[in-house]
């Protein structure tokens, strides 16, 4: 199986974490795609993901799968190792409610900021930006990282007492954060312990 991405892209990033966990980097082939010059763009590209975004799992059937949650969910289910959906109805019901929060109130939220209030990837990629929307998601982020922090307070990890895909989701979206300048607001104690942890995990640390 092939994933199409840019290595040290935020979403890329969840997906080689969670292959980490897995023990299953090996059983991947990258391929690099040259987003800074357009080829996510491309009809080719396109037909893998109508999204024109990385990271595609191409499975050797030729079967193309994109967003980083599904790409996850198979990895989870096609290797041995720690689950990263949860097992039981409920903790996968909670894995997944707070993913999507990481995803929608942090990550995402990011990523609308730098493309449309910042330079992002450059004036021949952001064609079409919009900073109010972009200065709006960046609050949303800000938001993010405070109820991230008050979760924090009462559990160990983003969705319980377990590692999962939600962490994945907030690790890359605080680094996001960080690389578009965006600062994690001072006093969130429970926040930066949390990432502290993270930042040392074998499968981040690398
Ligand atoms: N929701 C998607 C987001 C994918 C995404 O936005 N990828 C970025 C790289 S981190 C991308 O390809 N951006 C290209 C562009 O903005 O033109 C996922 O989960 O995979």
Redesign the pocket.
């Known amino acids: 199986m092939k994933i199409y991405d840019?290595a040290a892209?935020?979403?890329?990033a969840r997906v080689r974490i969670a292959l980490a966990e897995k023990n299953a980097t090996d059983k991947v082939e990258f391929v690099d795609v040259d987003?800074m010059g357009g080829e996510?763009r491309t009809p080719a590209f396109l037909a893998k993901n109508p999204?024109?975004?990385?990271?595609v799992l191409e499975l050797d059937d030729g079967t193309t799968i994109?967003?980083?949650?599904a790409i996850t969910e198979y990895i989870d289910h096609a290797f041995e190792g720690p689950s990263l959906g949860g097992k039981t109805a409920k903790e996968r019901a909670v894995v997944h409610m707070m993913q999507r929060r990481m995803e929608s109130g942090l990550l995402?939220a990011v990523?609308a900021y730098f493309?449309n209030a910042t330079p992002g990837?450059g004036p021949d990629?952001e064609g079409d930006q919009n900073k109010a929307w972009g200065e709006k998601q960046k609050q949303t982020a800000l938001k993010g990282m405070q109820y991230l922090n008050s979760v924090l307070a009462d559990q160990p990890y983003v969705a319980g007492e377990q590692f999962s895909m939600a962490d994945i989701t907030a690790f890359a979206g605080l680094a996001f954060a960080e690389f578009a300048k965006i600062d994690i607001p001072e006093g969130l104690s429970n926040l930066a312990a949390w990432r502290k942890t993270m930042a040392a995990r074998p499968s981040i640390a690398g």
């Not at 892209?9 to 890329?12: A, D, F, I, K, Q």
């Open positions: 840019v892209y935020p979403n890329p987003v996510h999204n024109g975004a990385v990271p994109s967003e980083c949650t995402d990523g493309h990837l990629l």
